[in-house]
């Protein structure tokens, strides 16, 4: 049967108060920033390019309680509990209810990492002012994002990009039977860029958000820089071309997408993938209709052809705005214990095995010893849009997965978000010996319960 056409077309949207507001997080030169095995050195040794930190808060009244959103070029938080204490102390300090409070991270790899530091650590002593600096830096960001908040409407648009590859590349050497982690030119990849447009009544940009999925992995260990890698270059030319309005980077679900060229010390690659992302971006904004409109079939004009005319006219976006958070019960592998993982890290002489077995430690002593855990996880919904994340590094197949099934909305799927601990593969993926199977801790068919889990919220709100 044939599905009725729709009679009108619109981009879903948020009507509130919406603030925006940004901080500088450059580190300090020297501070410890090895986040590749294969890495020689341990320090930033000078920067590519200012990290930063964007809050973007939403209300529907002056009176009612905010939605806040930080986004951050850092890379992944190396323990839960790290990541606990400071949000716990963030959101005291703003009076949020934890629904209502999102950290969520870039994912670059040439960032400090996320943590206490190790006494063996060159610029280790670095780490803990940096975020206690980094805390404040986000509480400052929120509390002036509220205070210069205005009428807004939040509007939603999808694009393409092709910057983002598949990375699961079967090894070229018949010898050995695994997956690699690099581009993989004959797989499809998912090139969905979901663009989000802030703007006032008098329909000037006040914000943009890009909620795209590709590894920030174009700079790795020959790097000694601190950098965002590629988003700094796609902020920096979507500002330029919207009146300096902040452009949000939000991290998709990218758990095997990366971009082709990749792993290499020359910032420029960076700079002209972020250049790459952004002119899409823009483009996808340029195919926008006028912010509070719509497109209304208005019927026929019998020409030479039956013209079909679309007209705008105004359109009333909605103002709701929900939050939900919740845990969902994820399988774990049969791992070995922390103290065993430890016990074969110190007694590893090989640098790249070692960090290897350092990160597995870590998960293993954020999950316990337990056969499932508890994945916490966000949604929320603004207006006619949700945004949904969780701290695992999930493979696309879950963006992908939620727009089928949520057709008409728009679906900002968003990885580590408010933690990190290790990726969700697909359930097919488990039969490949590949780093995102046999690096995670949770077993096969984890990402399809987390899918479900998100099905429900979003059919609740």
């Keep these: 049967m044939t599905q009725p056409v729709p009679s009108s077309f619109f ?3 948020f009507r509130g ?3 925006v507001a940004r901080r500088d997080i450059t580190p ?10 294969a890495a020689k050195q341990d320090t930033a040794e000078g920067v590519h390019r200012p990290l930063t930190l964007t809050a973007l808060t939403l209300r529907t009244e002056p009176q009612s309680k905010p939605l806040a959103l930080v986004d951050t070029d850092l890379g992944w938080w190396r323990s839960i509990f790290n990541e ?5 102390k963030i959101l005291e300090k703003l009076g949020l209810d934890p629904s209502r409070f999102i950290f969520t991270l870039s994912h670059t790899h040439s960032a400090p990492p996320l943590t206490e530091p190790h006494p063996d650590w060159q610029g280790g002593e670095l780490l803990r002012g940096y975020l206690e600096t980094l805390r404040h830096a986000t509480i400052e960001a929120v509390l002036n994002a509220l205070k210069s908040a205005t009428r807004a409407t939040l509007e939603w648009h999808t694009g393409r990009c092709q910057l983002a590859a598949n990375r699961d590349l079967p090894d070229p050497d018949p010898t050995r039977r695994r997956v690699v982690c690099g581009f993989h030119p004959d797989a499809d990849s998912d090139d969905t860029l979901l663009i989000g447009r802030v703007t006032d009544d008098a329909g000037r940009i006040l914000a943009t958000l890009a909620n795209y999925a590709c590894h920030p992995t174009t700079l790795a260990w020959d790097n000694r820089l601190l950098s965002p890698d590629y988003i700094g270059a796609m902020r920096e030319t979507i500002q330029d071309h919207t009146g300096g309005a902040p452009a949000i980077f939000l991290q998709g679900a990218s758990g095997e997408l990366a971009p082709r060229y990749q792993y290499v010390g020359d910032p420029a690659v960076a700079d002209a993938h972020g250049r790459q992302l952004a002119f899409a971006a823009l483009a996808t904004l340029a195919d926008m209709e006028p912010s509070g409109t719509e497109l209304a079939y208005g019927g026929v004009i019998e020409s030479g052809a039956p013209l079909a005319i679309w007209k705008r006219q105004p359109r009333r976006a909605s103002d709701v705005l929900r939050a939900f958070h919740s845990t969902v019960e994820l399988p774990l592998k049969d791992w070995p214990s922390a103290a065993e993982l ?3 890290r110190h007694a590893c002489a090989d640098r790249v095995l070692e960090e290897r077995l350092r990160r597995k430690r870590d998960i293993r002593l954020v999950l316990g010893d337990g056969k499932t855990f508890p994945l916490p996880f966000w949604v929320w919904r603004m207006g006619d849009a949700f945004l949904v994340g969780c701290m695992a590094e999930s493979y696309s197949w879950l963006q992908q997965h939620l727009r089928r099934r949520f057709v008409g909305r728009a679906i900002a799927c968003m990885n580590l978000v408010n933690g990190s601990i290790g990726y969700l593969p ?3 993926s488990y039969d490949a010996d590949a780093y995102q199977v046999w690096q995670t801790a949770f077993d096969r068919g984890s990402l399809e319960i987390l899918a479900a889990a998100y099905e429900r919220a979003i059919e609740t709100l």
């Design 17 to 19: 108060l919406i603030g």
């Design 11 to 13: 981009s879903p949207s």
């Design 342 to 344: 430890e016990r074969q």
């Design 84 to 88: 606990q204490a400071f949000r716990g």
């Design 28 to 37: 300090p030169v020297g501070i410890y920033a090895r986040n590749w095995g």
């Design 426 to 428: 697909p359930a097919k």
